[in-house]
Structure formats: structure tokens, C-alpha cells
């Protein structure tokens, strides 16, 4: 995890750690021990103080989060990743050249289907980056990774699941869906590739939605929920997010066909 800047308290955490130990030094260990004891006290207090809550990665991520409506009726959940482009899942907009975005705090928008990766359920939209108005705070989310390292770590997806469009055409803000990495599975190159599996809850309407990890990176994106097993026994508690590295590969093909 990398340690944020500009975090006083979370250095002050770490000085008063290292302080304590070594005013204790009086009472028992050698240099050697001491020493050991101090670089763990720091250790332990720089994650501490690096490690945002998900509350806080939330409340950074949900104004570049947004309700995709195609015209079928049916809609999903998209989110920025460079201005003029919104990445959401290709079932969410397959059959649409056209689709409506609404934000929580800003007039919705009308953006066009660049392309989509149909095997990976990846689509590109774009807007007019020049005229359109994004809501405070909309910026882009950047890309992470996850890995076998990853594996139990806390996980954010946000979306759209169950929501309605108010009278002012605007939609609130998305839900927060945390869990953690469950595994990496992967599907194969011939459909979805590899894909998060997590037990952060998602529903239909979340599809397209951002995974983010405890550092406010996409690390996946929400796909589907498995609902049985190959062998036809009921899954409770298991779905599935397109990995970053499928979302970088479907973006690249997508802009260079």
C-alpha cells in the first residue's frame, strides 16, 4: 500500500511509536532487539496511517461514478477513466449507439459507444469533454492490479443496483458494496478471461460498476453474480468483476482495432 502525503497525524503516529521504544530502552533488551522492535513499531505505524477506510475511498470514487441508461429501459453503472471516456460492462450498452448518463449531483449527459469487447464485457463510451458538465469532484479513476498477493483483501464496488431517476432526471449517489478478494479466476481467453472473485454483493443495475481496492484503485470492474454451480448446485455469495489488466486489454483493442 503506498502512504498517502501530506498525512501529519499518520507521521506523528510513527514518531511517537519509535519514541516510546526507545525511551524503554533502559528496561531489558540489547541494541539488537531494541532496534528490531522499533523498525516493527514503524512499520506497523506507517501501514496503519497508510491505509485509508473504505468510507473515505468512497467518498473520493462516487462523483466518477455514474447510471448508464441505453434505451431498452434496462440500465447499469459506468465509471471515468479519462475525461471524454467512461469505461462499463458491453452488456450493459450492447445494441445501443447511444445512451443516456445521469450523474448524482450534475444534468445527465449524452454519450456515444466507442467500441465494445464483447469476450471480456468491456465498452468504451465517450462525451464531449468541452460542453459537458461532470459533477464536483469527478475525476478519473485510475487503474490498479490485483493479484494471488490480493487474495483476502478488502474490496469497494460501487453501482446502481435498485436505483430510480428522480424528477430532476438526476439519480443520488451509487451504492457501496464492500468484501474482500475471495480468488482470481480465470475463464479462459475465449470468454470473460480473468476475473476477481469476491463476496462484495452486486445486483443487477451494478454491472459496469468500479472494484475498487483500499487504495481507491480499479482493481476489477462488476460483471454477473454466479448463481449455480457447472454441476447445477445453487451459489450464494460469489461474484465475479473483470480484472484491470482484461480492462486495459479491452480498452487498447477497442482504440487500435
Same mark, same amino acid.
Given at each position: 500500500?503506498?502512504?498517502q502525503?501530506g498525512n501529519? /497525524?499518520?507521521?506523528t503516529?510513527?514518531w511517537v511509536?519509535?519514541?516510546?521504544l526507545?525511551s524503554a530502552?533502559a528496561?531489558?533488551?540489547n !541494541?539488537a532487539?531494541?532496534?528490531a522492535?522499533?523498525q516493527?513499531a514503524v512499520a506497523?505505524a506507517?501501514t496503519? /496511517?497508510a491505509?485509508?477506510?473504505? #468510507?473515505a475511498?468512497y467518498?473520493r470514487?462516487?462523483?466518477a461514478?455514474f447510471?448508464?441508461?441505453p434505451?431498452?429501459?434496462? =440500465?447499469g453503472?459506468g465509471?471515468?477513466?479519462?475525461p471524454? &471516456?467512461?469505461v462499463?460492462a458491453?452488456h450493459v450498452?450492447s445494441?445501443?449507439?447511444?445512451?443516456t448518463v *445521469?450523474?448524482?449531483?450534475?444534468p445527465?449527459?449524452v454519450?456515444? &459507444?466507442?467500441g465494445?469487447d464483447e469476450? *471480456?464485457d468491456? /465498452?468504451l %463510451?465517450?462525451y !464531449?469533454?468541452?460542453t459537458t458538465?461532470?459533477?464536483a469532484? #469527478?475525476?478519473?479513476?485510475? %487503474?490498479?492490479?490485483?493479484d494471488? =498477493?490480493d487474495?483476502a483483501?478488502?474490496?469497494?464496488a %460501487?453501482?446502481y443496483?435498485?436505483?430510480?431517476?428522480?424528477g430532476d432526471?438526476?439519480?443520488?449517489?451509487?451504492?457501496?458494496?464492500a468484501?474482500?478478494?475471495?480468488q482470481?479466476t480465470?475463464?479462459g481467453?475465449?470468454?470473460?478471461?480473468?476475473?476477481?472473485?469476491m463476496?462484495a454483493p452486486?445486483?443487477?443495475?451494478?454491472?459496469?460498476?468500479?472494484?475498487l481496492n483500499t487504495?481507491?484503485?480499479?482493481?476489477?470492474m462488476?460483471? /454477473?453474480?454466479?448463481? *449455480?454451480t457447472?454441476?447445477?448446485?445453487?451459489?450464494v455469495?460469489t461474484?465475479?468483476?473483470?480484472h484491470?489488466?482484461?480492462i486495459r486489454?479491452?480498452?487498447?483493442?477497442?482504440?487500435?482495432?
Amino acid at each position: 500500500m503506498r502512504a498517502q502525503r501530506g498525512n501529519p /497525524a499518520g507521521l506523528t503516529a510513527v514518531w511517537v511509536a519509535a519514541l516510546l521504544l526507545l525511551s524503554a530502552a533502559a528496561c531489558g533488551p540489547n !541494541d539488537a532487539e531494541l532496534e528490531a522492535r522499533v523498525q516493527q513499531a514503524v512499520a506497523d505505524a506507517v501501514t496503519e /496511517a497508510a491505509t485509508p477506510h473504505l #468510507a473515505a475511498v468512497y467518498q473520493r470514487a462516487w462523483p466518477a461514478v455514474f447510471y448508464i441508461e441505453p434505451a431498452d429501459g434496462q =440500465h447499469g453503472t459506468g465509471w471515468l477513466l479519462e475525461p471524454g &471516456v467512461i469505461v462499463t460492462a458491453a452488456h450493459v450498452v450492447s445494441g445501443s449507439a447511444e445512451v443516456t448518463v *445521469r450523474q448524482a449531483a450534475a444534468p445527465a449527459f449524452v454519450a456515444t &459507444v466507442a467500441g465494445l469487447d464483447e469476450r *471480456r464485457d468491456v /465498452a468504451l %463510451l465517450r462525451y !464531449d469533454g468541452g460542453t459537458t458538465q461532470l459533477g464536483a469532484g #469527478a475525476t478519473p479513476l485510475a %487503474l490498479g492490479d490485483a493479484d494471488i =498477493h490480493d487474495i483476502a483483501k478488502e474490496l469497494l464496488a %460501487l453501482g446502481y443496483s435498485g436505483s430510480g431517476v428522480k424528477g430532476d432526471g438526476q439519480v443520488g449517489s451509487s451504492k457501496a458494496n464492500a468484501g474482500i478478494l475471495s480468488q482470481i479466476t480465470n475463464f479462459g481467453a475465449q470468454r470473460y478471461g480473468r476475473n476477481l472473485e469476491m463476496d462484495a454483493p452486486i445486483d443487477p443495475g451494478d454491472s459496469g460498476g468500479p472494484v475498487l481496492n483500499t487504495a481507491g484503485e480499479v482493481v476489477g470492474m462488476v460483471r /454477473a453474480a454466479a448463481r *449455480r454451480t457447472p454441476g447445477g448446485v445453487p451459489v450464494v455469495g460469489t461474484f465475479y468483476a473483470v480484472h484491470a489488466d482484461e480492462i486495459r486489454a479491452a480498452v487498447e483493442g477497442i482504440r487500435s482495432p
